[in-house]
Structures are given as C-alpha cells and as structure tokens.
C-alpha cells in the first residue's frame, strides 16, 4: 500500500476550556469557548477560520452544521465526527489531507460535551443501538461493566495484578498535579488505590474514569502558514485508524493498532524506541495496556512485566500521559479524544510548564473509542515530531 506523506502539515495552539465537573451550560457554549481560544492563540479572526471539525456526544440535536450557525461560522470545509475517544485522531488525519490539498488553509478541530447531573445517564442509554436493544435494558448501562469483563478476562489470561495497573493510576496521577486542568488535585498512593471501594469487579474507584463538562482543541494548518503567523507547531508524521478489527475474537484484546503499526513507524520513519513520551486513551488502565502492547512497545502479554519496569511519570522511564489522562484529569466526553494530542502538542512546543519532558522531540498519542458491550470498535494513532 503506497499513500501520500503529511509533509507539510503543521498541527498548533493547544486548548483545554478548564473542566467542571458539572455544568448547567450546553455542548454548545464549551466548543464555542473553546473556537474562541482557538482563534485567540493563532491571532486570527473567525472569518479567517475556513474548516471546521467537531466531536461531541451531547451536541444533538445539532451536529456540526447546525454549530456554524449557532457560532456565526461559514467554512468552506466542515466535518463532523462521532467516533468518541477515537476522534481526535480521525479529525487530524481528515483535516490533515484538506490542508494538503487546498480544500481549506486553517481548520479548528474541537471535542467537548457539557455534563449535567442527568446528561451522562441518558448518554449512556442512548449511546448506540446495540447499547439500546442489548446492554441498557438489561442493567449493564455504563462502560464500568462492558471494562471489567475486558479487565477481568485480561488478568486471567496474562497474569496482571491490579497493583501492576495501580502503577499506572499512581504515576499519572502524580502527573497531574503539575497539570493545572486536571481535577484531580490530591496525590494518590498505591495504598489507596488498592483500599478504594469496588465499582464492577475487578475494577475499583480509581480504574473508573470521572465524567465531566469541557472541550479541547487545536488546530490544523501548512507549516508555511505556521510560521507566517509565528506560532508554535508541532509536525505530522504518521497517522493511522482502523475500526471494528478483528471482529471474530471473543473478547478484545487487541485492536486496529496491531494490524497497522508497521504502517505508522514507516510513515514517520521512526520505531516505538525512538519516541520520547506516549499518550494513551485511559478511559481504563486495561486499555492502556492494550495500546502499550499492539504499538509495539512490548509483546501481547507482557505488558504486565512492561509496568514493572518503567515508572511512567513525566520526568522517569517511559513517560506516558504527561498530563494526568483522562485517569486523573477527567473526561469530558468527546474531548477525551483529544485530550492526549493538545498534551503532545504542548509537549513538542515547550509548552508544557512544571511536566516538560526533557528534550523531547517525538511523540505518539493513540485513541480508541465507541464501546459496544465487549469492545471498542474505533481506534487509531499518529506520531508528531518537532
């Protein structure tokens, strides 16, 4: 398979509109804050704004069009996407190739949903049909029971122990604390992971991600015009997405990403050795893991033996979710798609204060979304380099 490169595609200025964890306001006040942030960052009007992308789960009954009008936008390009944690990833790779081919010059990728106390409830229910028809009816209506059967039968086959996937909780949680967003405030021991109360056996309180309202953005434009406006940008090397694979197996324990890593390291021209940090969707410590293994950082199974080695903390060995993750920072619906690229972005334009890897200069950041009872169904990747 041959495919053009992304030379000359620049991704920039990085937005977190702060999460809360509950708000009275619409999905439509957190993206428009977060457009707002955009065009501050980039010192460009609206009207200068010529593509525009958007993932959100409580938009509707608006989708993307519908938001243009409501935030007095006219892009020539404009797409909507509804892949949950996967998005962030597809929204990039889309404007990515609009930007090279002239369909738009600058385009404002943004993620967010607002959570009020009731929202998150009546998301869950109406997530998808299989989730209406098969899984909410019969009392299984949230993600915690669909991940402890991935977790369960994941420790049983490779032999994890749940201190092995609190390490991960703690070093990220120990991130976040240099993360002014995160909402998690407070440092986390590994007593006290262990100690928390049972949500879903076997998972516990703090293998559960937090629902909250916010949005994330950054934006996509020509490194030519990166400079032009003097921002700083970060380069795209490789990208790759893959939904619903292998479709056969009884329960997931891998996903797109081992059937196109090869793909990946050879567009960028680099091996999971040469990355300087790592973000992983983390809904879950399990599917950390899972992204850990199917990039190719460790074999399928040794991911256990993986965490014992590495600390995973900003300034240690491997550093994986440099701002906390969606673990320790929350997740605000659609934006936790995005959440680990703005944490690379600020990591490659030295922007990230109190947490810089040091020297770094290539990173990596996987999404995987939309679960379906025993399985996430989208997922996908991209390297960035500086």
């Known amino acids: ?109 943004v993620a967010g949903d607002t959570n009020h106390v009731d929202s998150f409830r009546l998301t869950l229910a109406n997530f998808s049909q299989f989730a209406r028809d098969a899984v909410y009816p019969y009392g299984a209506g949230g993600p915690n029971a669909s991940f402890a059967f991935l977790t369960a039968y994941y420790m049983r086959t490779y032999g994890v122990k749940r201190e092995d996937f609190g390490k991960l909780c703690v070093a990220q949680r120990d991130n976040a604390l240099r993360f002014a967003h995160a909402l998690f405030k407070k440092p986390l021991t590994l007593e006290e992971y262990l100690a928390a109360r049972p949500i879903a056996e076997p998972l516990h309180l703090y293998d559960c991600v937090m629902p909250c309202a916010g949005a994330d953005g950054f934006i996509v434009l ?35 990403w081992a059937l196109d890593r090869a793909d990946l390291y050879e567009q960028a021209g680099t091996g999971p050795q040469d990355m300087d940090f790592v973000q992983t969707y983390d809904d879950y410590p399990v599917i950390s893991v899972m992204q850990l293994e199917d990039l190719g950082f460790c074999a399928k199974g040794e991911g256990p033996a993986f965490i014992r080695r590495q600390s995973f903390t900003w300034d240690g060995s491997f550093p994986l979710n440099t701002s906390g993750g969606q673990l320790s920072v929350g997740q605000a619906g659609a934006a936790g798609g995005s959440l680990g690229l703005v944490e690379a972005l600020r990591q490659l334009t030295r922007e990230a204060q109190g947490r810089q890897v040091k020297d770094a200069k290539l990173g990596l950041v996987s999404g995987f979304g939309m679960i379906n009872f025993d399985r996430g169904l989208g997922s996908g990747a991209a390297i960035l380099g500086c």
């Open 222 to 256: 020509s490194e030519e015009r990166a400079k032009r406006l003097g921002i700083g940008y970060a380069r795209l090397l490789g990208t790759i997405e893959r939904h619903n694979a292998f479709a056969t197996d009884p329960v997931q324990m891998r996903a797109g």
């Open 1 to 109: 398979m041959s495919r053009r490169g992304y030379e000359g595609v620049a991704v920039a200025v990085p937005v977190t509109v702060p999460y809360v964890r509950y708000s009275i306001r619409a999905a439509h006040w957190w993206l428009a804050r977060c457009l707002a942030e955009l065009l501050k960052g980039c010192g460009l009007r609206k009207e200068d704004m010529d593509g525009f992308s958007v993932s959100s789960f409580t938009l509707a009954p608006d989708t993307a069009i519908g938001l243009t009008q409501h935030l007095g936008l006219s892009p020539r390009w404009l797409d909507h996407v509804p892949f949950g944690g996967a998005s962030g990833i597809v929204q990039l790779r889309r404007a990515a190739r609009a930007v090279q081919s002239g369909d738009a010059d600058v385009i404002a990728c």
